[in-house]
């Protein structure tokens, strides 16, 4: 029997030790993208328990806080217009802009409940895809020192490199294969992750080399 991901959620809640109270608030935010649109709570918990195995290569930092800004990551596209949120092509400007609001709607639902995550989301398309500008960051409402700023963009950098490899390697949709709706061969996902985060090949062929990727 194929393990689901709720049950995958689940291991990695016990894995990371996080409290009965934590895994409540983390499902607060992010099961209404279950209802809203289920592979998109789908691939939040992947970026999740994949942050978290990524976290635990690197040695660097906490897989709990890997884990927490990926599952989190998209909480925003809760109030994203579905008819953007769903499509799989024919995406105009008016879908990006919709589509890209969601970083700093996201940002804004969890301050004051998990103040660092909603710093390290705010980084995690800024690096690939440029947004939010700068001038348009949402504010955190408490002061991080700069180690624990530095920490929260570099989570989301790298959770942003987990988002794009999930999305492009479980997402039939036009904007990774144009003019057809169908997953990319695993040469061609890896091509589209390189050229995306050319500032980030090293890692990304290390990760490919102990198969995370």
């Given at each position: 029997?194929?393990?689901?991901?709720?049950?995958?959620?689940?291991?990695?809640?016990?894995?990371?030790?996080?409290?009965?109270?934590?895994?409540?608030?983390?499902?607060?935010?992010?099961?209404?993208?279950?209802?809203?649109?289920?592979?998109?709570?789908?691939?939040?918990?992947?970026?999740?328990?994949?942050g978290a195995e990524v976290g635990r290569f690197t040695h660097i930092d906490d897989p709990k806080a890997w884990f927490y800004v990926g599952v989190l990551h998209d909480v925003g596209k809760s109030l994203t217009d579905p008819k953007s949120l769903k499509k799989t092509g024919g995406f105009g400007p008016k879908d990006k802009k919709e589509l890209d609001r969601h970083v700093v709607d996201g940002c804004k639902l969890l301050r004051?409940?998990?103040?660092?995550?909603?710093?390290?989301?705010?980084?995690?398309?800024?690096?690939?895809?440029?947004?939010?500008?700068?001038?348009?960051?949402?504010?955190?409402?408490?002061?991080?020192?700069?180690?624990?700023?530095?920490?929260?963009?570099?989570?989301?950098?790298?959770?942003?490199?987990?988002?794009?490899?999930?999305?492009?390697?479980?997402?039939?949709?036009?904007?990774?294969?144009?003019?057809?709706?169908?997953?990319?061969?695993?040469?061609?996902?890896?091509?589209?992750?390189?050229?995306?985060?050319?500032?980030?090949?090293?890692?990304?062929?290390?990760?490919?080399?102990?198969?995370?990727?």
């Amino acid at each position: 029997m194929a393990i689901t991901l709720t049950s995958r959620l689940q291991k990695e809640f016990n894995n990371l030790g996080i409290s009965l109270e934590q895994r409540s608030s983390i499902l607060t935010f992010v099961n209404p993208l279950k209802i809203k649109d289920k592979p998109t709570w789908d691939h939040s918990v992947r970026v999740g328990i994949k942050g978290a195995e990524v976290g635990r290569f690197t040695h660097i930092d906490d897989p709990k806080a890997w884990f927490y800004v990926g599952v989190l990551h998209d909480v925003g596209k809760s109030l994203t217009d579905p008819k953007s949120l769903k499509k799989t092509g024919g995406f105009g400007p008016k879908d990006k802009k919709e589509l890209d609001r969601h970083v700093v709607d996201g940002c804004k639902l969890l301050r004051g409940a998990h103040d660092f995550t909603a710093s390290a989301i705010r980084w995690h398309h800024y690096f690939s895809g440029g947004y939010p500008s700068r001038y348009a960051m949402p504010k955190i409402d408490i002061e991080f020192s700069e180690a624990t700023e530095l920490k929260a963009m570099y989570l989301g950098r790298f959770t942003g490199l987990i988002d794009f490899y999930d999305a492009v390697t479980h997402r039939k949709n036009e904007k990774f294969s144009p003019g057809h709706k169908r997953l990319p061969t695993p040469e061609e996902a890896k091509e589209l992750l390189l050229k995306s985060n050319p500032d980030q090949i090293h890692f990304i062929n290390e990760l490919y080399e102990v198969g995370i990727f």
